[in-house]
């Protein structure tokens, strides 16, 4: 299986900030790698797919880049609705793994 | 618009079957692919498989529930089930159905089915 492994698990920041969150793929996934907001008692809502295009309707302060094992997503502007855990999905080969999570409070 | 609506909770006792149903609406039943995402309480997603409603092909499972996992349609209703015997506590979960669409986007979800598992 191919492991996805994301940093920080945890992430503090306030209103407006510019935050940041890894993913890592244990082997080479091109661009098949998906982003997810999930909030509390709600199912994942994608955000980006294909490592960097923006799903639509979802708000242009979110931006994804990377490519082979290390991906990246932005949210160059934090506002309160932001609040979520945010997951990466390689969908490069079954089984299509998670990542464990980035729980992002603000 | 797409919709997939899942059945209700379950609680089930160990060693049983449990079996969720996706109903699907909005959109044609037999192009896309669905799968199944489960989280257990507090922790991350888990996928388990999938299943292609238009045939042609197996489902396909995560090597780690294969021997216990079983997905199947019905395109008259246009559902989906999942069917995961040998239940544990472990299996206690809410259990998501995902639309799989172009580029391999995970873009409709279930609202989930809270699966427990207790004596």
């Known amino acids: 299986d191919i492991q996805m492994t994301q940093s920080p698990s945890s992430l503090s920041a306030s209103v407006g900030d510019r935050v940041s969150i890894t993913c890592r793929a244990s082997?080479?996934?091109?661009?098949?790698l998906n982003w997810y907001q999930q909030k509390a008692g709600e199912a994942p809502k994608l955000l980006i797919y294909?490592?960097?295009t923006l799903e639509s309707g979802v708000p242009s302060r979110f931006s994804a880049s990377g490519s082979g094992t290390d991906f990246i997503l932005t949210i160059s502007s934090l506002q309160p609705e932001d609040l979520a855990t945010y997951y990466c999905q390689q969908t490069s080969t079954t089984p299509h793994t998670f990542g464990q999570g980035t729980k992002l409070e603000i | 618009q797409v919709q997939l609506v899942q059945s209700g909770a379950e609680v089930k006792k160990p060693g049983a079957s449990v079996r969720v149903s996706c109903k699907a609406a909005?959109?044609?039943?037999?192009?896309?692919?669905l799968h199944w995402v489960r989280q257990a309480p507090g922790q991350g997603l888990e996928w388990l498989g999938l299943?292609?409603?238009?045939?042609?092909?197996?489902?396909t499972y995560a090597p780690r529930f294969q021997s216990r996992i079983s997905m199947t349609t019905d395109t008259s209703t246009s559902t989906v089930y999942m069917e995961l015997s040998s239940l544990t506590s472990a299996d206690t979960a809410v259990y998501f159905c995902?639309?799989?669409?172009?580029?391999?986007?995970?873009?409709?979800w279930g609202q989930g089915s809270l699966v427990t598992v207790s004596s």
């Open positions: 909005g959109y044609p039943f037999t192009n896309f692919y």
């Open positions: 294909a490592a960097s």
């Open positions: 299943i292609n409603p238009g045939g042609g092909i197996s489902p």
């Open positions: 995902a639309r799989v669409g172009s580029y391999s986007k995970f873009d409709h």
């Open positions: 082997q080479n996934i091109l661009i098949y």
